[in-house]
């Protein structure tokens, strides 16, 4: 599994992440702390590098750098490149040379944890990232990139100069990366290639439930607001929520529990630097919480309805579209939008109505 903290900065979130590493490696699970923050090697003493380095028994650390993973990246694009064309042309082009673009950082962070994942080396990876919308938009990659690809391949392959280079697509894919492909395979099937086998992975393991989130707020009230606009975005990601942890309990735990109902709220102590033990013996069963989080979406095929969980957000925040394939609703709230494709019964049937209830749930009709 992997777990990931959301909270606004200085929350608390990195000290838990450590205190988590901790205390899951005690119990004997293997446990790989990653993070994105060079200074995180100076809370445990030991410095993190872009390789797993061990801090105690059973517990890894890794610093992800973007310099570094471009510069694997790119090593294995030319290794490609080399394999299936007959002329290569990166040879010249080297890793040290590129700069990380905007976002391109989240993006490779992301590989790194699949890679991390699938490895098989890890019972449970800890990403210690930013917190907040960024940390979301990158679980989130998946499902988008996904989206783009589906809707843009059918759109450039139906139109008029998807007709016109049908005809060149099998003999150029023959010669240039010596395997056979035409439009229809492209067409009919999309999952035959390893992009999209990678994305299918990652949209299952959010689905699944493989990968979980907990918010982390303290007392005042902008960390509470901003954990629970957290809330609703992740929903709006596809990131499962399990709970909230309270960081330096204080008097308003019932003002939390009002606030983040239905997730559990885990009041956690004050705790002096690297009293990990102490922190990590108040946190909950982490992990087992993650299948008892409330669903994102829970779709009725009798009743022809999809409900959508989103909390923190009001009636007029949220905007309900369907495209004209009825294939899918889209669902914008705040600074997200997510397009859910509806399962085969509801599959071009029109939305006839929505309602917005108090417990943060749209309930959309057909």
């Avoid at 606004?8 to 838990?16: D, E, L, V």
């Avoid at 007959?86 to 700069?99: D, H, K, T």
Wanted: charged share 20%; no cysteine.
């Amino acid at each position: 599994m992997i777990l990931t903290f959301l909270g606004k900065g200085g929350s608390g979130r990195t000290t838990i992440a450590i205190a988590t590493a901790y205390r899951l490696a005690q119990e004997g699970k293997r446990v790989l702390l990653v993070t994105q923050d060079p200074s995180t090697g100076l809370l445990l003493e030991t410095p993190l590098t872009h390789e797993p380095t061990l801090i105690s028994n059973q517990f890894w650390g890794v610093n992800v750098q973007a310099t570094t993973l471009l510069e694997q990246s790119w090593e294995e694009v030319k290794r490609l490149e080399q394999q299936y064309v007959r002329s290569p042309i990166l040879n010249s082009v080297y890793g040290q040379e590129l700069a990380v673009l905007p976002g391109m950082d989240q993006a490779l962070a992301l590989n790194a944890l699949r890679e991390y994942y699938e490895s098989g080396q890890y019972d449970v990876i800890l990403f210690d990232g930013t917190g907040d919308l960024t940390t979301l938009r990158m679980f989130a990659i998946p499902e988008h990139l996904s989206w783009y690809i589906r809707r843009f391949r059918d759109l450039i392959l139906d139109s008029d100069i998807g007709q016109a280079i049908s005809p060149f697509i099998q003999p150029i894919s023959s010669a240039v990366l010596n395997v056979t492909w035409t439009a229809q395979d492209l067409k009919d099937n999309p999952n035959a290639n390893q992009a999209n086998q990678l994305l299918e992975r990652g949209k299952t393991a959010l689905r699944e439930g493989k990968v979980g989130g907990y918010l982390v707020t303290g007392d005042d009230p902008y960390s509470m607001k901003t954990a629970k606009f957290l809330w609703g975005s992740a929903q709006q990601s596809g990131l499962t929520i399990a709970g909230v942890l309270l960081n330096q309990e204080t008097n308003v735990r019932e003002v939390i529990n009002s606030e983040f109902h239905p997730l559990p709220v885990t009041p956690l102590p004050s705790i002096n630097p690297k009293e990990w033990q102490s922190l990590g013996n108040a946190l909950p069963d982490l992990i087992g919480a993650v299948a008892q989080a409330p669903p994102s979406v829970e779709v009725d095929d009798q009743q022809r309805t999809v409900k959508i969980f989103l909390p923190g957000f009001s009636k007029k925040q949220i905007n309900l579209t369907q495209p004209n394939h009825q294939q899918e609703i889209t669902i914008e709230a705040g600074d997200q939008r997510r397009n859910i494709p509806l399962p085969p019964p509801l599959k071009g049937k029109p939305v006839k109505g929505a309602k917005f209830l108090e417990d943060g749930h749209l309930v959309v009709s057909f």
